[in-house]
């Protein structure tokens, strides 16, 4: 039990690092973003989905920093998923929506994809497409369960009779 807290208790120091990493980005100070990033991935590398963001946000920060406003091509899955969460998280749902179905097309064996797209349905208020979503990323990896349980953008389905039998924990 005191390992499962543990575990939880760092995740939780993690998200708030996290978070006040996106407070500088989106207030566009990239320079202290950069910083705030690259030492929330070091402090926590065992938290493969966030520091897979903040790696995205690290290469805005450094192509904003030196003036390019042209992003590289995107070619990959990787790419188009981690397009698709920046354009999450700057709430340009339609777009998201776009880059990630490529990425789910490419890769759709990826928990990750599924899990991105349940966290933007839900965003939108489509809570059956979300809980599909949801049900499909934890089939693939069971670490969903524990990331949805504690996503404050799932809040509103936390409630929800299927989403506590998706993300029970047996």
Known sequence: MKD????????Q????????????????????ALETLKSFI???PEERELVDR????????EARLKGDKDAAPLKTAEDYYQH????????????AQKFLEKALKMSPDEGR??????????L??????????????????????????NEID???????????AITRIS
């Open 84 to 95: 698709g969460i920046y354009k999450t998280n700057a709430r340009e749902f339609e777009e």
């Open 113 to 122: 994809i599924h899990y991105a797209l349940a966290d933007l349905h839900c």
């Open 154 to 164: 799932f809040e509103s389905l936390w409630e929800d009779k299927k989403f506590k």
């Open 42 to 44: 070091e402090k926590f």
């Open 4 to 11: 499962e807290k543990a575990k939880k208790d760092e995740y």
């Open 124 to 149: 939108l208020g489509l809570a059956d497409p979300s809980l599909e979503y949801l049900r499909k990323a934890i089939q693939i990896d069971k670490q969903f369960r524990i990331l949805a349980q």
């Open 54 to 61: 903040a790696r995205l946000y690290v290469a805005i920060c």
């Open 13 to 32: 120091k993690a998200l708030t690092a996290y978070a006040e990493a996106m407070r500088e980005f989106r207030k566009g100070k990239d320079d202290k």
